[in-house]
């Protein structure tokens, strides 16, 4: 177990290696990394909480990130994250890179990235609050072979849900990417050329990779798009609450409805809508 307060850790690979064990990051404090990563967190029971902060990548690619490995020999999911507060962020790349299974929440705080604040690939991830911003104006996927093999693949999106389990490959020691992701948001604020952004990697199979995607709360702008669906994406109506600055009709869950003015479009629960006479 480790505790850190008042304290400033630089590594020039990473700054922390969470392998199995817990890690606490309080109030002034700064973690930085010079290399890959600020944090890398990976194997069953490995616990990081971040109650304030500044969580910092600016050369190399993650401020946070696990491992998708998923063999029978190396296993590298079971993690926990909880974020309550403090700054996280990549200059060059993505803050928050979640490949592995495991359970993330987070509660607030200021999260960005040059290409996605936060990637998710596997897992449980709950958004109750915060801020969440992509800086990069390249939107989109990276699907060329070097991209596809491993590694985050998306740009241009607060949020990315990458889909790219293989079939009959979400279950611990199948190798390739556990998926079975479960995404709640409920709150907060993510800003980008896209809010959030959901993908299909080609030949993969959505239903192994995302058992649910929710979302019942928060801000969403994009300078093209609130939310974006990859075509072939089909569980697609998942929108039942929030604010968006473009139309997003297309994803609204059922009994639920929309109201717009001046371009903004508030999403609501239709058995609460009062009519007046």
């Known amino acids: 177990n480790l505790t850190i307060n008042n304290s400033n850790v630089t590594g020039g690979y990473e700054a922390i290696e969470i ?9 002034n404090s700064t973690i930085e990394g010079k290399g890959v ?26 401020a946070i990130a696990g491992a998708g490995d998923n063999g029978s020999d190396n296993y590298l999911g079971g993690t926990e994250i909880n974020i309550i507060n403090g700054t996280i962020s990549a200059v060059k790349g993505t803050a928050i890179y979640l490949p592995q299974y495991g359970e993330v929440k987070i509660e ?12 998710i690939e596997s ?21 060329t072979p070097d991209h596809i093999g491993g590694g985050s693949i998306a740009s241009g999106s607060a949020i990315a849900v990458v ?14 990417y556990y998926g079975n992701m479960d995404i709640n948001i409920s709150g907060g604020t993510f800003n980008g050329v896209c809010g959030i952004a959901k993908y299909l990697v080609d030949g993969k199979d959505e239903a192994d990779s995302i058992n649910n995607m929710s979302i019942t709360g928060g801000t969403f702008t994009g300078t093209e798009c609130a939310v974006s669906v990859d075509e072939y994406c089909k569980n697609n109506k998942f929108i039942s609450g929030g604010t ?16 717009s003015d001046n371009g903004e479009y508030t999403v609501y629960s239709a058995t609460n809508k009062i009519t007046g006479a």
Not at 19 to 27: A, F, K, Q
Not at 43 to 62: E, Q, R
Not at 129 to 135: K, L, M, Q, R, S
């Open 163 to 176: 889909c790219r389990t293989d079939t009959d490959k979400n279950h611990e020691g199948s190798g390739g």
């Open 244 to 259: 968006f600055n473009t139309d997003v009709t297309s994803y609204l869950a059922d009994g639920t409805a929309y109201s």
């Open 108 to 119: 607030g705080g200021s999260i960005t990235g040059d290409e996605t604040a936060i990637e």
């Open 19 to 27: 392998d199995g064990g817990t890690v606490e990051i309080n109030e």
């Open 123 to 143: 897992g449980k991830l709950n958004i109750i609050g915060g801020e969440f911003n992509a800086t990069s104006t390249e939107f989109g996927l990276d699907r």
């Open 37 to 62: 990563d600020a944090i890398y967190i990976h194997d069953n029971g490995a616990k990081l909480t971040v109650n304030n902060g500044n969580i910092i990548n600016n050369i190399g690619y993650f």
